[in-house]
């Protein structure tokens, strides 16, 4: 019995996925033939989808994992703010170097995934109201530590921003010049982080245990999980990745500034739930979530493209897209409550 | 039964795509006859990437872009509104340059953080033309020029207007208390205002400075900021120093609120004001508003010209300031002087307001 409604479960989440996935591709082959002539089709438009996105692919990992417990974090752009800038003022202002500014921001974002786990594992609080505050303590430190914008100047900082590793690939510009196609380290660390997690959830007792404990909690305490580590370790992993992701963010704007990644969460919410999680938990895949950013990143770099729409149109299509996938969602779980009961 | 659902979200969902779809086709159709039509007439394309639409002065601002790069003046105008985010004006930069645009025009939310993005532009041989802020980048080659507003001077002009008004009516000597409602933290206009502030309450040890907060330029922020600090420091003020019009509106609603006046009478709180929109003036005319420095945003023209020298293989200034004028409600003050210049100040009439063009 167990063991099959695992499967089930498995089936719809890979449904999911694939609507996700195909629905990517169309849209990307849409614009690729009606923007041709406008540049959409080249390598180099796909490339730049990770590069922009790169922090938000690894904290949408994060944000996966903890959603898939069940939970939620809201938390994450502040701690993107918090990360851009404790590191720009590590670098700029206390003179230390590139290196110390990374294990800072890993540190900063597992302390907060450390804090808030244990509020929401052991005491047992609604983890919406335990990451707004998070949330909001991020924001202020932020601007406790400095109101006004720090650039970041580091030597080293600025080589790994600006180490541009092209590609055996390209395209030919106008006047006839060979540009090969690029993209940044960002972009292999994010891609990197979406494989390990990927591995990790498959393959390991911890990542099971995870959809199991977001399946039923009732029933993985009953089957001698130890739900509370396991939410715990989802927490603290969640943060370290929101420490990552804020630092790629960083390496992307090169600067730290208190409305920095403003409302960055919802967009990783967003993208998680187009990827097909489901925000009661239990159902999830990194995968998903990381087609979920290139969607977002599709739709705008679409209506930048068009030109004359304004940008404010990629909200209303992510919004009709979220209801989509929203419904969707619903439908399947009726279907399968119908199957239960049959 | 599950088949059934199954092919029934899968319907669906085509449904939806082909609906999308269709939609991008019919703009898709219609750009490229334009791209086709640019192709053939040698238009300019210009890449656009705007902060967003936060305040009037901004909406000018992108109006007088709109109305220079028109199809009719010989230009394709991409237009982007970055919604007050930096990671969208790096994705909408590196989308231009993939379209291959001849100009890339970039009014920055924030002055840092451009170096990557402005290298890759540079690399791909595309001139990018800054507005209103200014960048910090490690490399001025990375961009071709600046076209915008002297803010640190707004601000000393406001400034100077003040000392000579408070000498006019008598009140050269009292002490003054000013609050300073910032603009967003860390833009040009915000930094160069607050400075031109703080260098003239320095100089004159009667003013005191009794706060500094942001209102992030928006009515709402600056209604906020206002309630705030009249319940700290109640009658203690005597002026409200508004880093733009939109900030002024919600600050005088909110001194109106608390039941104060705004305007010249003894007890009455100063507002001054930067930008000088249409309904700023209107603001002075009636009294509310004291002094509003202009903040010229028909940066349009001074751009063209810019990419009609480079067109011609000329090399133009780096730096371009456009002119702006002062307004007061007032004829205490006629002329002003700020960094060894004079400046007429104009008293805001009828005639004044139908005359600006936003």
Known sequence: MEKKKAKRKINSSTFLLMITIVLFAVMYIAGMIIF????FAKPQMFMNLFISNAGLIVIGCGMTLVMITGGIDISVGSVTALVCMSAAYAMENKGMSAISAVVISL??????????????????????????????FGRGLTAVISTDMIAIKNKTFLAWANYRINLPFGTYNRRGMFIPAYIYPTVIIALGVVILITIMLKFTKFGRNLYAIGGNQQSAVMMGLNVKRTKMKAYVLDGFLAGLGGFLFCLNSCAGFVEQAKGLEMDAIASAVIGGTL???????????????????????????????????????????????????????????????? | MKIKKILCSVLLATCMLFSLTACGSSNGSKDAKKADDSSKSGNITVGFSQVGAESDWRTANSTSMKETFSEENGYTLIFDDA??????????????????????????????????????????GIPVIIVDRMVKVSDDSLYTAWVGSNFELEGKKAAAWLKAYLDATGRGNEKINIVDIQGTIGASAQIGR?????????????????????????????????????????????????????????????????????????????????????????????????????????????????????EAGKEPDKKQYVDEEVFAAVKDVAKISADGKDYDVTVVTDDVISKRAY
Not at chain 2, 98 to 117: C, F, S
């Open chain 1, 36 to 39: 041709e002539d406008k540049g």
């Open chain 1, 107 to 136: 540190l900063i974002g597992i302390l907060f995934g450390v804090v808030q786990g244990y509020l929401v594992t052991y005491l047992e609080i609604q983890p919406f109201i335990v990451t707004l505050a998070g949330m909001f």
């Open chain 1, 279 to 342: 925000l009661s938990g239990g159902v999830g895949t990194v995968i998903g979530t990381l087609f979920g950013v290139l969607i977002n990143g599709t739709i705008s770099s679409l209506i930048t493209t068009q030109g004359t729409l304004s940008s404010w149109w990629v909200r209303i299509t992510l919004s009709a897209l979220l209801c989509f996938f929203i419904v969707l969602q619903a439908i399947i779980a009726a279907v399968k409550r119908k199957k239960k009961k049959n």
């Open chain 2, 83 to 124: 919604q007050q985010k930096q990671e969208n004006q790096i994705k909408a930069i590196r989308n231009f340059i993939q379209q291959e645009v001849d100009y890339i025009v970039l009014a920055p939310v924030t002055e840092t953080g451009w170096d990557t993005v402005l290298k890759e532009a540079k690399d791909a």
């Open chain 2, 194 to 310: 607050t400075k031109g502030l703080e260098a003239a309450c320095k100089e004159n040890k009667n003013w005191t400075l009794l706060a500094k907060e942001t209102g992030e330029f928006t009515q709402a922020k600056g209604q906020e900021v206002m309630e705030s600090l009249l319940k700290k420091h109640g009658d203690d003020i005597d002026v409200v120093y508004c880093e733009n019009d939109n900030e002024a509106f919600g600050a005088i609603d909110a001194i109106t609120a608390a039941g104060k006046k705004v305007g010249t009478g003894k007890d009455d709180i100063l507002v001054m004001s930067f930008d000088s929109t249409k309904t700023g003036l209107t603001d002075v005319k009636d009294g509310k508003i004291i002094l509003d420095t202009e903040c010229n945003p028909l940066h349009g023209p001074r751009v063209e010209e810019i990419i009609k020298s480079l």
